[in-house]
């Protein structure tokens, strides 16, 4: 421990130095944040993890991106037109964008980068959504005029966009053939991002350049796409894994953000006067799953006496501490597709869940959950869950595992239950597909219900948002009905800012966008 501390005050002891020669140069804005591990690559959607994404998505750009309340706005394209029957999609490209090496962009590129994406050798992370088994099959993709690109598919879905979109698949970048070498090994990216990707010092930081060759959306700034202008002229990413060092990075001046706060550590800083704090309400989602091939959970009244033994308001503002609002939804309350059947969820009623676990033939068996201490949150709130579940009688055994083997018990289907954690969805369809599916092929999977599954396709069908909106209502009141698992909560962004940062703003989608920002005296 006396090892690891002297580690940490080298580390900021050396941001402090970086920092203070920065500023008696004079000749460079920076604007310094924390990573709590390094990236794992520099290609978007490929290698890559939430902290690649995070970065990577101020150097490259889509065609189309998500805004702030999750519909997706153009990006690169200016405008698209959809044929009649919804297979074709014709992309109007922006005029004038320039790559990172001076290149300006045309339907040529936007073709070679996607034909790049749909390559098996590329790896990326969403070719499996256009293969046999997606959403849908591209069959062709044509430069219709310099201008413009026209993409063609096998059948409709109302999910060709959105995948273009998501962050975890690079936003299908449009990237320039610079990236690769001569072999289509990959070098590194030549996007059209408002920033220039700088040196990445591996274990240490990454550093991300002002491009002053961007051309910003004239729209204010929302989600991945409107207007981005690089204020400051570098962001530098470093990677500190310890938390309590980043804490004291930002409280000493080394250090200008951090993000994901925990909130212990949100308390601490809410009071100092040299810190603000933005609160974002995000789409990831903290919830009970119950393992329905269990010998005893397997009876459906057993998993409803439980929901019913919950006070999930208390549990949300004991663990969250204002921070984030009850949601027993699939959907979370910032999709636009959460209306008031999303609203209706359990509603905690001990003498009836008594009388379920009576009709069961509950007798006290032990229940055994699986939780973790690595997010704070999750552990409290299982705590909860065993303390409100006993005055219903039911007996609830907590088994703490570190994340990595909760996760691996998870995918296996290994548990009777488990507190646990999903990221966040930005398409309600994969809101429901992360939990829904076979177990038999995917057991990973909490929801096994052949006649929802039917509906979470014929989600991805269509476009419709009255009829997309029917869909999602009738998989709720099943998802309530089934009670597969109890949705607790949505989380919340808890970032910590110096007062000098200004123009940070959070979203839905728990990552950090530096285009805006800058520093102020």
């Known amino acids: 421990m006396m090892g690891q501390g002297r580690g940490s005050l080298r580390l900021l002891a050396g941001l402090a130095l970086a920092a203070l020669l920065a500023d008696s140069a004079g000749a460079e804005t920076l604007l310094r ?36 309340d999750t ?8 405008s698209w037109a959809v044929s009649d029957d919804g297979r074709t999609y014709t992309f109007k490209l922006r005029q004038g964008v320039r790559f990172h090496n001076g290149a300006t962009m045309a339907a040529g590129d936007v073709v070679w980068a ?71 090994k990959w070098i590194g990216p030549v996007g059209t991002g408002p920033f220039k990707l700088g040196e990445w010092k591996r274990g240490q930081y990454v550093d991300v350049v002002r491009f002053d060759g961007y051309t910003a959306r004239t729209e204010p700034r929302t989600g991945l796409t409107g207007a981005k202008s690089a204020v400051v002229d570098r962001v530098r990413f470093n990677v500190i894994p310890d ?10 001046g080394a250090l200008d953000v951090i993000m994901s706060l925990s909130i212990p550590d949100m308390d601490d800083l809410k009071a100092r006067p040299e810190v603000q704090l933005s609160i974002t309400p995000s789409l990831s989602m903290t919830g009970l799953l119950f393992q329905t091939r269990d010998s005893l959970l397997q009876d459906v009244r057993i998993r409803r006496a439980i929901a019913l033994a919950l006070d999930a308001p208390q549990i949300v503002d004991v663990v969250m501490e204002g921070t984030a609002r009850a949601n027993n939804s699939a959907l979370p309350i910032g999709s636009p597709f959460h209306g008031s059947v999303q609203g209706q969820g359990y509603q905690q009623d001990l003498a009836e869940a008594k009388k379920l676990l009576a009709a069961a033939g509950y007798r006290g068996q032990p229940i055994k959950l699986i939780t973790n201490k690595r997010y704070s949150f999750v552990f409290d709130a299982a705590v909860l869950v065993q303390e409100m579940a006993r005055a219903a009688g039911i007996n609830i055994e ?51 219900n052949a006649e929802a599954q ?68």
């Open 33 to 68: 944040t924390r990573l709590n591990a390094d990236i794992r690559s520099t290609d978007p959607g490929t290698n890559r993890d939430a902290n690649t994404d995070g970065v990577i998505a101020h150097v490259v750009e889509g065609l189309v991106a998500f805004r702030d």
């Open 71 to 78: 519909s997706v706005g153009p990006m690169l394209a200016d």
């Open 114 to 184: 996607l034909e790049r994406w749909l390559d098996p050798a590329t790896q990326w992370r969403c070719l499996s959504e256009f293969g046999p088994n997606g959403i849908a099959r591209i069959e062709k993709i044509l430069a219709v005029d310099a201008q413009t690109v026209a993409v063609t598919l096998d059948q409709p879905t109302a999910l060709f966009l959105p995948t273009l979109a998501r962050p975890d698949c690079g936003q299908a970048a449009i990237l320039h053939r610079d990236s690769v070498g001569p072999d289509g």
């Open 243 to 252: 938390s309590a060092a980043a804490k004291a990075g930002l409280l000493s």
């Open 398 to 448: 907590l088994e703490v595992l570190d994340w990595a083997a909760q996760l691996d018990r998870y995918n296996r289907g290994d548990y009777q239950a488990m507190a646990f954690i999903y990221s966040a969805r930005l398409d309600p369809s994969l809101s429901f597909e992360m939990l829904m599916g076979p177990k038999a092929t995917q057991p990973r999977k909490v929801w096994d």
């Open 454 to 521: 039917e509906m979470l396709r014929q989600s991805m069908l269509t476009a419709d948002p009255v009829r997309r909106q029917a869909l999602f209502d009738e998989m709720h009141r099943r998802f309530i009905a089934d009670a597969p698992m109890v949705v607790l909560f949505n989380g919340s962004e808890l970032t910590a800012l110096r007062k000098a940062v200004k123009g940070y703003a959070g979203w839905l989608y728990p990552q950090a966008r530096f285009w805006g920002v800058s520093l102020q005296p």
